[in-house]
C-alpha cells in the first residue's frame, strides 16, 4: 500500500507561505475515486497450477474479475484454457469425446489489515468448476482404477471446494503471503481425496530497479488416501522474476518444477501419450499481463 508522506522541506514551505499561499493557490483536484473492480488478462507459454502443467505444455490464455468492498468482502471469477481432463480421458478409453477446454473458478472472501499496515488477513472460499462436454463414460472399470495409478479417471467429476486461510506480510521491500487450502470435495477428479491440503508461502523482493520485483514460492499438495504406492502428494517450487512496465503492463519469467513421483517407469502426473513424461517436470514459463 502506498502512502502520502510530506517531507520536511515541504513542511518548511508551507509555514514561510502562510495563510496568504493558502488563500491564493488553487484547491489541488481530487484524486480519482478508485474502482472496487478490477481485471486481468494474462498470455502464458504453459499453465502451471500448483506445478502441474494444466495444458500439456502448451500456451493458455487467462482472465479474470475481481471486486472488493471497501469493508474487507470481495468476490471474483478468473478463467484459463487448459487440455488435462480431455488429455486424460481420451489416453484412458479412445471410444469417449470428452470436451473441457476450460477451467473457471469462481471465489469469495474476506480480507482486511487486522494485524497492522501491510498485513492482511484473509479467508475466503474456491470453487474449480470444468464445463465437461460429453460423457465420462462408467465403462472405465471404475472399481480397479480406484486402487491403481489412474484415481483421476473414475468418472469423478473434477470439480473442486476448498476453502482457505491466509496472511500477507510487508517488511519494507519485501512482501508474501503464507496460506493454507483445503478441500471441501474430492481434489480434481481424484477418487477418495475429500481433505486434501495445500500449505504454501510465496515471498516477494522488490529491487527498487526499473520496476523488478524477484518472486519464489514453495508449497506442499497433500493428496489425502494414497493407495499403495501410488502417493499423488508432491513439492512444489519456483523462482522468477517480474518486470513492471507501468500502465498495468507486467511480464514475469519463471523456473518451476516438482518432485511428483514416478511409479514403475510412469510418472503419476503423466503427459496422455508414450513417450510419458511428467506434467510436473521442472521448465521454464514467460508470461505477460494487463491489468485493468
Same mark, same amino acid.
Given at each position: 500500500?502506498?502512502?502520502?508522506?510530506?517531507?520536511?522541506?515541504?513542511?518548511?514551505?508551507?509555514?514561510?507561505?502562510?495563510?496568504?499561499?493558502?488563500?491564493?493557490?488553487?484547491?489541488?483536484?481530487?484524486?480519482?475515486?478508485?474502482?472496487?473492480?478490477?481485471?486481468?488478462?494474462?498470455?502464458?507459454?504453459?499453465?502451471?497450477?500448483?506445478?502441474?502443467?494444466?495444458?500439456?505444455?502448451?500456451?493458455?490464455?487467462?482472465?479474470?474479475?475481481?471486486?472488493?468492498?471497501?469493508? !474487507? %468482502?470481495?468476490?471474483?471469477?478468473? /478463467? &484459463?484454457?487448459?487440455?488435462?481432463?480431455?488429455?486424460?480421458? =481420451?489416453?484412458?478409453? $479412445?471410444?469417449?469425446?470428452?470436451?473441457?477446454?476450460?477451467?473457471?473458478?469462481?471465489?469469495?472472501?474476506?480480507?482486511?489489515?487486522?494485524?497492522?499496515?501491510?498485513?492482511?488477513?484473509?479467508?475466503?472460499?474456491?470453487?474449480?468448476?470444468?464445463?465437461?462436454?460429453?460423457?465420462?463414460?462408467?465403462?472405465?472399470?471404475?472399481?480397479?482404477?480406484?486402487?491403481?495409478?489412474?484415481?483421476?479417471?473414475?468418472?469423478?467429476?473434477?470439480?473442486?471446494?476448498?476453502?482457505?486461510?491466509?496472511?500477507?506480510?510487508?517488511?519494507?521491500?519485501?512482501?508474501?503471503?503464507?496460506?493454507?487450502?483445503?478441500?471441501?470435495?474430492?481434489?480434481?477428479?481424484?477418487?477418495?481425496?475429500?481433505?486434501?491440503?495445500?500449505?504454501?508461502?510465496?515471498?516477494?523482493?522488490?529491487? !527498487? %530497479?526499473?520496476?523488478?520485483?524477484? /518472486? &519464489?514460492?514453495?508449497?506442499?499438495?497433500?493428496?489425502?488416501? =494414497?493407495?499403495?504406492? $501410488?502417493?499423488?502428494?508432491?513439492?512444489?517450487?519456483?523462482?522468477?522474476?517480474?518486470?513492471?512496465?507501468?500502465?498495468?503492463?507486467?511480464?514475469?519469467?519463471?523456473?518451476?518444477?516438482?518432485?511428483?513421483?514416478?511409479?514403475?517407469?510412469?510418472?503419476?502426473?503423466?503427459?496422455?501419450?508414450?513417450?510419458?513424461?511428467?506434467?510436473?517436470?521442472?521448465?521454464?514459463?514467460?508470461?505477460?499481463?494487463?491489468?485493468?
Amino acid at each position: 500500500m502506498n502512502t502520502f508522506k510530506k517531507t520536511t522541506l515541504a513542511l518548511a514551505i508551507t509555514a514561510l507561505a502562510g495563510g496568504a499561499m493558502a488563500q491564493s493557490a488553487p484547491a489541488p483536484a481530487p484524486a480519482p475515486e478508485k474502482s472496487p473492480i478490477t481485471a486481468n488478462v494474462t498470455v502464458v507459454n504453459d499453465y502451471r497450477y500448483r506445478g502441474i502443467s494444466q495444458s500439456n505444455f502448451k500456451p493458455a490464455i487467462q482472465g479474470g474479475f475481481d471486486y472488493a468492498h471497501e469493508s !474487507g %468482502f470481495y468476490i471474483g471469477n478468473w /478463467n &484459463s484454457s487448459i487440455s488435462w481432463i480431455s488429455d486424460a480421458y =481420451t489416453a484412458a478409453d $479412445n471410444s469417449q469425446t470428452i470436451s473441457a477446454p476450460l477451467e473457471m473458478d469462481f471465489y469469495a472472501g474476506f480480507k482486511k489489515e487486522l494485524i497492522g499496515e501491510g498485513f492482511a488477513s484473509d479467508i475466503g472460499v474456491l470453487q474449480y468448476y470444468y464445463p465437461i462436454g460429453g460423457t465420462m463414460s462408467a465403462s472405465l472399470n471404475t472399481t480397479a482404477r480406484r486402487s491403481d495409478a489412474n484415481r483421476q479417471t473414475t468418472s469423478q467429476s473434477p470439480n473442486t471446494t476448498e476453502a482457505y486461510i491466509a496472511q500477507n506480510f510487508t517488511f519494507g521491500p519485501v512482501n508474501g503471503f503464507v496460506k493454507f487450502s483445503y478441500a471441501l470435495t474430492n481434489i480434481f477428479g481424484f477418487y477418495n481425496s475429500k481433505g486434501s491440503y495445500y500449505p504454501d508461502l510465496t515471498v516477494n523482493y522488490d529491487t !527498487g %530497479f526499473e520496476g523488478i520485483i524477484l /518472486n &519464489s514460492h514453495v508449497g506442499y499438495q497433500k493428496i489425502t488416501n =494414497t493407495i499403495g504406492q $501410488n502417493d499423488f502428494s508432491y513439492t512444489d517450487w519456483k523462482l522468477g522474476i517480474t518486470k513492471d512496465f507501468g500502465g498495468g503492463l507486467s511480464a514475469n519469467v519463471s523456473y518451476v518444477g516438482t518432485n511428483a513421483k514416478t511409479v514403475a517407469g510412469t510418472p503419476l502426473y503423466s503427459t496422455p501419450n508414450a513417450p510419458f513424461k511428467s506434467t510436473g517436470k521442472a521448465g521454464g514459463l514467460i508470461s505477460l499481463t494487463k491489468t485493468f
